[in-house]
């Protein structure tokens, strides 16, 4: 399997406060993507970092990469409770950069308590 | 802004029968997606598709599923005589490009239920 584990797989806080997940993979990757899925709804692209990037911005949102650890992590910053959703990473491996199949992790459910 | 749609919302059909799960991706993208979720579970990549062919399936993806772009719009996914393990929430997606510099927008789903 080309993806391993997201941590934590739940995680709660409180409105304001900073919202980091995590993700790890095993194979070579060509990009790593980060999505949003609220409860019975599809998926939302949030934000795509390439292999030889380290850390990208959007908005209230960090990902960081370090690919000699096979890992990324998501941070949210001054979280909502808007952004109560699940967050999944996703990664196109090398062997699949003409074929654009994503590999999912098992994702984070994230609760923002008002 | 534009944005990939799926027909229908929600299928029930019973076992054996055969469904086609229909999509419309973006206009101007060029590589089209299904991936699926079973309750509970992570999504899963079944098949890609450009150029009018298959360029990548996983192991799900096995003689009972067929894709088709019938048009220059639409895209669809077909199960031919469905059993109980099909029940899933299916996403179809589309991107400009396979991966590297581009992501895939997602349809809303359409949920399967076999009975």
Redesign the interface.
């Known amino acids: 399997s080309q993806q391993g584990e997201e941590d934590p797989q739940a995680l709660s806080i409180q409105e304001g406060e900073n919202a980091t997940m995590n993700c790890s993979y095993k194979t070579s990757i060509n990009n790593l993507q980060w999505y949003r899925q609220n409860s019975g709804r599809g998926l939302v692209h949030l934000i795509l970092i390439r292999s030889n990037e380290r850390e990208k911005h959007s908005g209230r949102l960090r990902v960081t990469l370090d690919t000699s650890k096979k890992s990324s992590s998501l941070l949210i910053t001054a979280s909502r409770a808007a952004d109560t959703a699940s967050y999944f990473c996703a990664t196109v491996g090398r062997g699949s950069s003409n074929t654009g199949k994503l590999i999912f992790g098992q994702g984070t459910t994230l609760q923002v308590k008002p | 802004e534009p944005e990939v749609t799926q027909t229908p919302s929600h299928q029930v059909t019973q076992m054996g029968q055969e469904v086609i799960l229909r999509c419309v991706p973006i206009s101007n993208h060029l ?1 089209f ?1 299904w ?1 699926r979720q079973i309750l509970g579970q ?4 079944l098949v ?1 598709f ?1 150029n009018n062919e298959i ?2 399936k ?1 192991e799900i993806f096995d003689d009972q599923f067929s894709v088709e772009r019938p048009d220059g719009s639409n895209f669809t996914l077909k199960i031919r005589s469905t059993k109980l393990e099909d029940s899933a929430m299916y ?1 179809c ?1 589309s ?1 400009l ?13 359409t949920r399967l239920t076999v009975t």
Do not use: D, I, N
């Open positions: 590589y997606y991936y992570k999504v899963e990549f890609s450009y360029s990548e996983s996403f997606a991107s490009s396979p991966g590297l510099a581009h992501e895939q927008y997602f349809g809303p789903g």
